[in-house]
Every structure is written in structure tokens, then in C-alpha cells.
């Protein structure tokens, strides 16, 4: 028995606005590789400046569009974790116990679709995500020309807009591009509302996300991170639990379940 479980749990079921923002490390146990801390994850082996910044894609798109498209492969290939379906239990269970008075919302730096596929509804994605590509020129949507893409491939033509005929980029935040205004004011809305915060699997490396649970521990408010490593916020966190997202959240979910209506 997990006395962080315990506890996380008792202040969730006390909750009326939960916000659970997440990190690569979410992920990590469908398989995504995390950016920062090891030898396997994105920066350790590539240059971000050449994959994701406007600098890199004007350099070589064709270089950067095969980059995203193996990261969308990964995900298509990978099955939400039991961290994830966890999550998505936990909206339904505290909803359900309240009548649909509690909600459960989640906040992801994330750019795959898992927290989606296993079942969380209204994710509000800050950096973008891997499955909405957009035209360069008009701002479209754009449309990928496989559903099924190469892995492998170190060089990829992206394709030309349905509309216009501009090139389509990845529909992703890179470095030195702003976040998306309304995804940003919604989190900072939730956050603002929030009774309670569960920050999963991040390192609190990137700005402005990485303020958000810094925000949220300034107005006071309960602020716990469920990670295996310490974040670089860690004086901003209420508790610290020292464990991964696939083994933490079921436990927390189970605590949940086992305790009797108010
Ligand atoms: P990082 O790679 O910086 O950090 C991953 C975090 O996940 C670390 O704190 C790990 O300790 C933790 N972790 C690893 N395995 C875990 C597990 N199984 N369960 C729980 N936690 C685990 O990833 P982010 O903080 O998400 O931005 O990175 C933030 C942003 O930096 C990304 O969204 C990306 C990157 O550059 C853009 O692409 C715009």
C-alpha cells in the first residue's frame, strides 16, 4: 500500500476540479520515446534545432517531415498504457460518485493521440499534435499522403495543400514558436479553477507549460507529481511520488474505487 496513493486519493475524492497535466513520460511506457535524461530519448540522439524549429524546417523540410512521420508511425503503433486508462477511469468514477459534479481534465504537452485513444475526452493538447499536419501558405488542414507511414525514411517530400498548393508541415509546436493562444488560456483557465493538480511524467524543462503547476502551487492550491525522477519543480509540489505513470495511476484509480461514497 502506497501512502502517496492514499493521500493523492483522499484530496481527489474531496475535489470538485481536477487538472492532470502530462509529459513525454506518460508515454513512455507505450513505448514514445521521452526528449530529455536518456540515452534513448529525442535529444540525447538528435539536434532539436534541426528537427524542431522553423530554422531546421527551412534547412531541410524534407529531412524534418520523415522525422514526424516515424513519430507518428510509433504512435500508431503503440497502445495507450494502463496510465492512461487509468485517467480516463478516474474522470468517470469521480464524476460518476458526484453525479457528474467533478470533472476530470486533461492538460498534455504531449503530441500523440493515447490519452484520446483510451478514452479521455476535451485533452487540451499545448504543443500540437502529430495527427494535425497544416499548410504552410493557407493555414488549412492538410492531409497526410499515407495512413500508414514509413519509419525507416530519412528524407520525406511533405505534401502539397488540397487547397492552395503550399507545402504541409507538421502540426507541431516547435522551438521559438508560440503556443497555441486558446489551448495556453484554456490550461491557465482550468488551472486558475482548479481544486486540485496531478503533474505526470514531465521534467518541467519547457516554458510556459512548466509554469502552469508553479502557478497552481502559488494560489495554493494541491499540487502532486507522480514521476520515477524529480522534475525541476520540485519545491513547487504539494508531494512527490516516486513512481511511473502505468504503475501509479491504476493504484490511484484503485484507492478511488475503494472508497465510499461521501
Ligand atoms: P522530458 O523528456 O523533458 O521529461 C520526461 C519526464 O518523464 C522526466 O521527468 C522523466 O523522469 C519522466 N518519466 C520517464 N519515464 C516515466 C514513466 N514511465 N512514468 C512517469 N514519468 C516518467 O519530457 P517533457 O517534460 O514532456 O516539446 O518535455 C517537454 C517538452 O520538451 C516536450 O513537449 C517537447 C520537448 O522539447 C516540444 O516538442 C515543443
Not at 512548466?210 to 502551487?217: G, M, Q, S, V
Request: charged content about 20%; proline content about 7%.
Amino acid at each position: 500500500m502506497s501512502t502517496s496513493a492514499l493521500t493523492i486519493a483522499s484530496v481527489l475524492l474531496k475535489s470538485r476540479r481536477i487538472v492532470i497535466l502530462t509529459g513525454a513520460g506518460m508515454s513512455a511506457e507505450s513505448g514514445i520515446a521521452t526528449f530529455r535524461f536518456n540515452p534513448d530519448s529525442h535529444w540525447s540522439r538528435f539536434d532539436p534545432m534541426e528537427l524542431a524549429s522553423p530554422e531546421g524546417w527551412r534547412a531541410d523540410h524534407r529531412q524534418v517531415w520523415a522525422w514526424y512521420e516515424s513519430r507518428r508511425a510509433d504512435v500508431l503503433a503503440a497502445t495507450p498504457n494502463a496510465g492512461h486508462l487509468a485517467i480516463a477511469s478516474l474522470a468517470d468514477v469521480l464524476g460518476e460518485r458526484t453525479g457528474g459534479m467533478t470533472q476530470v481534465r486533461v492538460i498534455t504537452q504531449n503530441v500523440d493521440n493515447l490519452h484520446e485513444r483510451a478514452g479521455s475526452t476535451e485533452v487540451i493538447h499545448l504543443h500540437g499534435s502529430l495527427f494535425a499536419p497544416w499548410c504552410t501558405a493557407c493555414h488549412r488542414p492538410g492531409q497526410f499522403s499515407s495512413n500508414a507511414p514509413d519509419r525507416n525514411a530519412i528524407k520525406v517530400e511533405p505534401p502539397r495543400c488540397a487547397h492552395c498548393g503550399g507545402l504541409t508541415r507538421p502540426g507541431v509546436v516547435w522551438f521559438g514558436e508560440a503556443m497555441p493562444k486558446r489551448e495556453f488560456r484554456m490550461a491557465e483557465e482550468l488551472v486558475d479553477a482548479c481544486d486540485a493538480m496531478l503533474v505526470v511524467g514531465t521534467s518541467g524543462m519547457v516554458y510556459p507549460a512548466a509554469e502552469l503547476p508553479i502557478n497552481a502551487h502559488n494560489m495554493g492550491k494541491f499540487v502532486a507529481e507522480i514521476n520515477p525522477e524529480p522534475s525541476v519543480n520540485l519545491e513547487n509540489m504539494s508531494l512527490r511520488w516516486p513512481v511511473t505513470a502505468a504503475e501509479g495511476l491504476p493504484l490511484l484509480l484503485g484507492h478511488v474505487r475503494e472508497a465510499r461514497p461521501n
